[in-house]
Structure formats: C-alpha cells, structure tokens
C-alpha cells in the first residue's frame, strides 16, 4: 500500500508531546518497517523544518536536530519531487476553485500522491484536502 504524508502527520509523529502523536507515530513505524510504502512531498521536507525549528516548544528544536529527524524520515520514506508542470497544475485547480492563499501548498502534496498513485494520503487537516477533488477525497484520512 502506498502512503504518502502530509507534513501534519510527520510533525505530529516526530513530536511525542503532540496530542495526535500515537496514531501518527504508528504509521510513521508502519513505514519504517516497510508494512507500507511511505512517500512525502518534497515540499513537506522544507515545511516540517520550517515548523520544527519555530515551533513555540521548551526546548526549541535546533535546526540541526531537525535536519537529523528529516535525514532519518528519508530513510524510509521517499521524496516525491514536484515539477513545473505539477505547480501549474497546482495553481489551476487552486485558481478553478477560487481559493487563495496558503492552500496551495496542500495542492502541491496532493499532486504528489497523485504522482505515486497514493492509495491514502494520510493529514490532520482532512478538509484541506477533500475540498480539492474527488480523487483526493477518496484517499484522504486522519490517522486513528
């Protein structure tokens, strides 16, 4: 089963005081022990360090130690570049459906499980996602 990502679902699976942290660590092992193939966007990497090392936690998370938790992810989970021709895509369907702003970066990690032919893409924010399309709709799901 191919699975990929959203960056919700790794910060929450990286962070053990998060209160969605269990079921997301859970799948997060799941890949790790290749019971699932675990994919994120290559986005998701520049976003969980950027979440990570800003985050208003004791201690701060330093930058190095995020480049260490993102090094260990890509040990088993595969980046899923985007190319121009996906972010055109992303913006159309984002301009399609007239919505601005930020959302574009859920386009973007779901134009990368449309890539990899996701069977789920996993989120904490499953109607950043439904909203795109049916075919979106159908594989997205909140860890449980």
Do not use: W
Request: contains cysteine; proline residues 7%.
């Amino acid at each position: 089963m191919k699975v990929l990502f959203d960056t919700s679902v790794i910060i929450a699976a990286l962070l053990p005081k998060h209160p969605s942290h269990a079921p997301c660590f859970a799948e997060l092992k799941a890949a790790q022990s290749r019971k699932i193939q675990g994919y994120l966007s290559t986005h998701s990497l520049a976003e969980v360090y950027s979440v990570m090392t800003r985050m208003p936690s004791q201690p701060r998370l330093s930058p190095g130690d995020a480049q260490i938790l993102l090094e260990r992810c890509l040990q088993y989970l595969e980046a899923v570049p985007l190319e121009t021709a996906d972010y055109q895509a992303a913006i159309a369907q984002m301009t399609a459906l007239n919505l601005p702003g930020g959302g574009i970066f859920d386009a973007l990690i779901a134009r990368a499980a449309l890539k990899v032919a996701a069977d789920r893409l996993l989120t904490l924010n499953p109607n950043h996602f439904t909203r795109l399309d049916a075919t979106i709709a159908q594989i997205t799901e909140v860890p449980s």
